[in-house]
């Protein structure tokens, strides 16, 4: 396998391990400074250029694309992506991850549990927004912040109120978020690639520090995860687009909460804590996706007139709740079930036996106009018409 590692940095820690792990199993990997590619857009099959020449063929790249430069190496990665470079990262998974609010909302769309936060820009709105993530102490984040740096905690509304103010005076984007106490200055780094966690260690802060993180003093341990850990760490990263990240979560008294999913984490930290050769992991698990690629199953069944893939949400007090995937009549209306995703469950091939559950998600292949008719009925906000205003109802008559 011939790999691109794209990085700016190919002294640092990581870019070494990946670089050295690739040679070890055999590959050719070259380490590419993303800044110094060019898009060509002027022909009709996309290519790029490296150092003014026309680069070569690559099997893969693991991008490494660091904060400053997120949009350029992003559109540097989705040309790969044109041109059919399989990569771990896409782009829009690396753009998601970076942008902390769109990963937040992403993630609550989809269930993952994280500490309560607002995103306000009035200043009227500041202090019912503190309330809502449950009082002081909270924490604020600067969207753009990184290792730690950004990252305030403010003991009183009122402190709280005159941080984010200043902040809002200078153009900054702040989140308002719920200081979860019984982490007690701890942090769990789940290392996830593909659909595993294959190391996670446990940050401490240093003193009187609340911020976990190595930059910061903090202290790292080994972990082993218990199974809702695991879980909701690779379905954080694969839900933000990535197959290679590090997820940070605090140890709420309720689980899992998810600070951040980070599309380029560091490896040193971690194979320091764990002793285990998870550059070696990510290596394996690109050559092992080159030799037997994903593909996008919705493009490749959509290959005759009137038939694609779907999925079906049973939502909550619908009538399929309770009934089998035979009750509904699939095979009859010339559908196939090919997964049932419950919760973090998947339970592929699902026989005709298998009886729905409320929120269960249905991946089908078949007929679109029949998979469209089974869509429940999900209860909405009746729109309400307003009346004209009359300088409008004059306007309209011409008045």
């Known amino acids: ?37 060019a898009i060509d857009l ?30 350029f190496g992003t559109a540097v990665v989705r040309q790969f992506e044109q041109m059919d470079v ?9 753009t ?39 009082g002081a102490p ?18 009183q509304v009122k402190v709280a109120e005159a941080i984010i103010e200043t902040l809002h005076s200078t153009r900054q984007n702040v989140l308002i978020q719920r200081f979860v106490a019984e982490s007690r200055g701890r942090d769990i780094r789940a290392l996830v690639v593909g659909d595993r966690v294959v190391a996670a260690m446990r940050r401490s802060a240093a003193g009187d520090e609340f911020r976990s993180n190595v930059h910061r003093g903090g202290t790292v341990e080994a972990v082993q995860l218990d199974s809702a850990y695991e879980q909701t ?29 980070n599309s380029s984490p560091g490896l040193q930290g971690i194979e320091a804590a764990t002793g285990l ?68 469950q998947v339970i592929p091939n699902p026989r005709k036996h298998q009886v729905l559950e409320a929120e269960d998600r249905l991946l089908c292949f078949g007929k679109l106009e029949e998979m469209r008719s089974m869509i429940p ?5 009746r729109a309400r018409v307003r009346k004209l205003s009359k300088e409008a109802q004059e306007l309209a008559e011409g008045q």
Do not use: C
């Open 138 to 155: 909270v924490v604020i984040k600067l969207l753009e912040g990184t290792q730690g740096i950004g990252v305030i905690l403010a003991p």
């Open 42 to 71: 002027t022909s009709d099959e996309p290519d790029l250029q490296y150092r003014g020449k026309q680069l070569s063929d690559y099997d893969a790249i693991l991008p490494r694309i660091g904060n400053s430069i997120t949009y």
């Open 377 to 381: 009925e999900r209860r909405r906000r």
């Open 233 to 261: 760490a690779v379905r954080a990263a694969q839900i933000m687009g990535l197959r290679v990240a590090g997820v940070d979560m605090l140890e709420g008294d309720e689980g899992p909460l998810v600070m951040e999913v």
């Open 86 to 94: 399989y990569t771990p990262n896409t782009s829009n998974g690396i």
């Open 96 to 134: 998601n991850a970076r942008d902390k609010l769109r990963a937040i909302q992403i993630l609550s769309r989809h269930n993952i549990d994280m500490p309560a936060t607002a995103f306000v820009r009035n200043r009227a709105d500041v202090r019912p927004a503190i309330e809502s993530v449950g």
């Open 1 to 37: 396998m011939k790999l691109a590692i794209l990085s700016r940095a190919p002294q640092a820690y990581s870019t070494q391990r990946l670089r050295a792990a690739a040679e070890q199993r055999g590959h050719t990997p070259k380490v590419l400074n993303t800044l110094r590619f």
């Open 277 to 344: 050769d998870v550059a070696g992991a990510i290596i394996d698990y690109i050559a092992g996706q080159v030799n037997f690629p994903e593909i996008d199953v919705r493009q490749r069944l959509s290959v005759s007139t009137g038939y694609g893939v779907a999925e079906l949400l049973i939502h909550s007090g619908a009538e399929q709740v309770g009934k089998t995937l035979g009750d509904l009549g699939l095979w009859d209306r010339d559908i196939t079930a090919l997964t049932l995703h419950r919760g973090v």
